[in-house]
């Protein structure tokens, strides 16, 4: 599918992976139709990682980030599971 105009690309881009959150450096967002597990997608600008969410937060796979950033991002998506959850149930198709 060819978009033309950026706003309409912008709005399908943004339902593939809406952002769940931003907060001290990292974007935490999911992709649309990827699997059923309920997980998260962590960017920040040194790489990226994926967490699983059940049945703890638990590291899937990392691309780039170092130690200390992977600690970082877990312990963010561990004060903010439940509402992580919350936008999962809400984003996963039923």
Do not use: Q
Request: aromatic share 8%; with cysteine; charged share 30%.
């Amino acid at each position: 599918m060819v978009l033309v105009r950026c706003g309409v690309r912008a709005m399908v881009l943004a339902r593939m992976s809406p952002t769940v959150l931003r907060a001290r450096g990292f974007r935490l967002y999911f992709f649309s139709d990827e699997e059923p597990r309920p997980h998260v997608h962590v960017e920040h600008a040194t790489g990226e990682a994926k967490f699983w969410l059940t049945p703890h937060v638990r590291l899937a796979r990392n691309w780039g980030l170092r130690p200390h950033r992977l600690a970082d991002a877990k312990r963010l998506i561990e004060e903010h599971r439940d509402a992580i959850l919350a936008k999962w149930k809400d984003h996963a198709p039923r």
